[in-house]
């Protein structure tokens, strides 16, 4: 059983930033793979980025290059650091484990939202204005 709780969220305006914390508790944080996802009422969940406990990292095309997911593995904290904040991107956030692996190519499978094995936090809330 693992236990996940973010932070960090909260109201900026378009083209802000924002520094999300996904804390894990319950087990062993070494060789978790773990990712962040976004969930709006217009959009499904999807995965956004995920790291693999080497710190291989894996980046969704729609943020590549305005996000950067680290993990903290001496803390067992996950961080999710986002920049030029976009209005679609208001969502909840939430940090996840996931089995798949490979570990970073989970960010192409969707089928990874359904994976039963997935533990999940409870989500941090990101309102981006216009």
């Known amino acids: 059983q693992v236990h996940l709780v973010e932070s960090g969220g909260g109201s900026v305006q378009s083209g802000g930033s924002l520094k999300l914390s996904c804390t894990t508790s319950g087990r062993s944080f070494d060789g978790l793979c773990m990712a962040w996802f976004l969930q709006s009422p217009k959009k499904e969940r999807a995965e956004g980025a995920v790291i693999d406990d080497d710190g291989s990292v894996g980046y969704a095309d729609s943020v590549k290059g305005r996000v950067t997911i680290s993990r903290d593995n001496s803390k067992n904290i996950l961080y999710l650091q986002i920049t030029s904040l976009k209005p679609e991107e208001t969502a909840m956030y939430f940090c996840?484990?996931?089995?798949?692996?490979?570990?970073?190519?989970?960010?192409?499978?969707?089928?990874?939202?359904?994976?039963?094995?997935?533990?999940w936090g409870e989500g941090t809330q990101v309102t981006v204005s216009s």
């Open positions: 996840a484990t996931l089995e798949w692996r490979p570990c970073v190519e989970s960010v192409q499978q969707p089928m990874v939202l359904h994976d039963p094995r997935n533990y």
